[in-house]
């Protein structure tokens, strides 16, 4: 079992990622099977997240896993 994510560069770079796309959260949300506030909290570092859930946010923004970790290397 892996330990939730709880990377402060995490919710910011993936912010980033969807305002690229010019989604809002009301929008992605549903498109990643979670919750707008969830996805919020998650943008906002008040609420660590599984794996799993970080996988479907990226996989409906069309994100690598490889492009999130050099985005977030690259935010530190």
């Known amino acids: 079992m892996f330990p939730p994510v709880s990377d402060p560069a995490l919710g910011p770079v993936l912010k980033a ?3 690229k796309r010019g989604l809002t959260q009301e929008v992605l949300g549903p498109m990643a099977g979670i919750t707008t506030g969830t996805l919020s909290k998650i943008e906002t570092g008040q609420t660590s997240c599984a794996w799993l859930t970080v996988m479907q946010i990226i996989d409906a923004l069309d994100v690598s896993l ?3 970790a050099a985005a977030i290397e ?3």
């Open 17 to 19: 990622f969807r305002e």
């Open 74 to 76: 690259a935010a530190r």
């Open 66 to 68: 490889a492009e999130l």
